[in-house]
């Protein structure tokens, strides 16, 4: 899972200017979150949606579908890196970065606000569509090849356990909130206390800093985390779901990541040998976009090329 909360210990030193904190940030970092994508909305029903794209005019589409508490600009130093083969899409979930908070939130409504974003964008049959998403991200990219086969190109799942069907849910401890989420005076007292979860060494504080920026909002009362904290509790999680990939289907595991001890890799590497490639980026722990980008970048235009010319 991914999501930001309040530990007890200060992670970096900062300053109230995103300028400032990230200014000693790889050069291909600065290149990348200068490529500014298109902000665009989708009214819903349920509650609007936004999302960004990377539009290279190009005839097939990646999907860059973030994790739990996160947002759309988790992918900012990702998604320009990515071939320029594809334009990329990268939306808000419900109740989520910008998108609009819902009453409840499950897998079905997920898909189906991508899917109306797709619509949105006149994406057409004969356009190929490849969804990339990491932890939460990934468990809805892989939902949606399951349910909708015949739409999808090729999915990667980035760190998003798989469990057994023998796996007790009972004992398994969330790393969601356990309270309401609380308001900050200032900016400088909310960004102090962003942390990924679960917790993880991380040398690349630029980018913490940088997701950071965007993942509070500052309203009447003070500032807060943009995402809906009710979220946690009311999200109906795919326990013991039956995933079935018709597409290609690449698994990316962090080495050093704590969601995926040894039984679940061996349950995903066993369970889906006939269906899933599996590859591991040693050095990294469950934030790999974080962790190691630039590996993981590497590794997805190699699928991709090679998905494009099986295809």
Aim: hydrophobic residues 40%; aromatic residues 12%.
């Amino acid at each position: 899972m991914v999501i930001y909360y309040p530990l007890e210990y200060a992670l970096m030193e900062i300053t109230d200017s995103l300028a400032s904190d990230i200014r000693n940030a790889p050069k291909w970092f600065h290149e990348a979150i200068s490529n500014k994508p298109k902000i665009k909305s989708l009214a819903h029903q349920l509650g609007n949606i936004t999302y960004q794209e990377w539009d290279r005019k190009k005839r097939d589409i990646v999907v860059l579908i973030h994790g739990t508490g996160a947002h759309k600009k988790w992918w900012d130093p990702i998604a320009p890196l990515i071939s320029e083969n594809y334009s990329i899409i990268a939306p808000d979930l419900p109740g989520m970065g910008e998108s609009d908070h819902r009453i409840e939130y499950n897998f079905e409504e997920f898909s189906e606000a991508l899917i109306a974003i797709l619509h949105q964008e006149n994406v057409a049959n004969t356009q190929k569509i490849y969804l990339i998403g990491h932890s939460l991200g990934g468990h809805v990219a892989g939902y949606m090849a399951s349910e909708f086969p015949d739409l999808f190109n090729g999915i990667v799942m980035i760190d998003s356990p798989i469990r057994p069907p023998t796996y007790d849910y009972d004992k398994h401890k969330s790393t969601g909130p356990l309270r309401k989420i609380k308001l900050y005076p200032d900016k400088m007292s909310i960004i102090e206390r962003f942390r990924l979860m679960p917790p993880q060494d991380c040398e690349n504080d630029w980018y913490l800093r940088y997701i950071a920026e965007h993942s509070i909002i500052n309203i009447d009362e003070g500032w807060r985390w943009r995402f809906d904290d009710k979220m946690f509790a009311t999200l109906q999680r795919l326990h013991n779901y039956e995933f079935k990939f018709q597409c290609p289907a690449l698994f990316i595991a962090g080495g050093k990541s704590l969601l995926l001890e040894s039984k679940i890799m061996e349950y995903i590497r066993e369970a889906f040998k006939e269906s899933m490639t599996v590859e591991v980026i040693e050095d990294a722990a469950h934030h790999v976009p974080i962790d190691s980008p630039l590996e993981l970048v590497n590794l997805l235009n190699n699928y991709l090329e090679e998905w494009e010319n099986k295809i």
